[in-house]
């Protein structure tokens, strides 16, 4: 409870940084940017939008130290940008997602989402410091060759054998693993609604959760 008070907090005082800022939806109905059609000015605006608002949960990077903060640094532009616009039309729903981040998302125009998301990917990826130093066990082998008998896919067949995302599919490498943790919990249960993920995680058993969660924290 003392965490969400603080969250509606924190997201009160964004949405003033943006509006103080002029930052708040400006255009409506533009068509979703690519790369290298982001303006110098929104470039600009998503910097400091990120360094002032989503940085505070964030980190100013993207490479947030908070288990709670996923870490957004080295992820995959395209994959940003469609997480943002799912929190802004309120489908990615688990109550996280609700409670943190469907009023900040509320406040971005395309333009914004699209530079946010480049902002981001950009950035440098760090080794997380709360990664338990694990050589391969059990999470290793589940990434890297599923579980047969459980109908488990290996992950790396759509993450990438390192772990730092291929085209569309998101870099998992160096995140937290409560939040990883948590996701997989959301995509179990439908909270977190993506056909493709309910599928994989359908059978995962939850130490299997824990396992390939720690492996994935400790990959750089
Ligand atoms: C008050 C804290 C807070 C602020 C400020 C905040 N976020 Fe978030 N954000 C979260 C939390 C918590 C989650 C994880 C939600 C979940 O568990 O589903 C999240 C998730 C995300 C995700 C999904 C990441 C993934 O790997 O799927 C993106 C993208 C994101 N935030 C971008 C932003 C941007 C851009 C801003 C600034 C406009 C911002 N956030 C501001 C707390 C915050
Ligand atoms: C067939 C392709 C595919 C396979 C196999 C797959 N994933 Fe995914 N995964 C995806 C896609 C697509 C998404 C993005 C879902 C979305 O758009 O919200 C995703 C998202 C995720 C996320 C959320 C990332 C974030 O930042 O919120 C986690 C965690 C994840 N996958 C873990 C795994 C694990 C662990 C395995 C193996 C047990 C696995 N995935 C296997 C396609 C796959």
Not at 180 to 191: G, H, R
Request: hydrophobic share 40%; net charge neutral.
């Amino acid at each position: 409870m003392q965490d969400l008070k603080k969250a509606r907090f924190q997201m009160t005082w964004a949405a003033r940084v943006m509006a103080i800022a002029g930052l708040a939806v400006i255009a409506v109905g533009s068509a979703p940017a690519r790369a290298d059609e982001i303006d110098a000015a929104a470039r600009e605006r998503a910097r400091l939008v990120a360094i002032t608002v989503c940085g505070t949960c964030h980190g100013r990077t993207g490479n947030s130290t908070q288990p709670k903060f996923p870490r957004l640094a080295g992820q995959s532009a395209n994959y940003l940008a469609a997480q943002l616009k799912a929190f802004r039309a309120q489908t990615r729903g688990d109550p996280d997602a609700i409670s943190y981040m469907w009023g900040m998302a509320s406040e971005l125009d395309d333009s914004t989402i699209a530079a946010l998301a480049d902002y981001y990917s950009a950035q440098k990826a760090e080794p997380s410091s709360n990664a338990l130093s694990l050589q391969g066990g059990t999470g290793k082998q589940i990434y890297e060759q599923g579980i047969a008998a459980e109908g488990v896919p290996a992950c790396s067949s759509c993450h990438g054998s390192d772990a730092h995302g291929v085209g569309d599919f998101p870099r998992l490498a160096g995140q937290h693993s409560q939040y990883v943790l948590k996701q997989l919990a959301s995509f179990q249960s439908n909270m977190r609604n993506v056909a493709v993920m309910h599928g994989v995680a359908l059978n995962l058993r939850s130490p299997e959760m824990s396992a390939i969660a720690a492996y994935l924290e400790a990959q750089p």
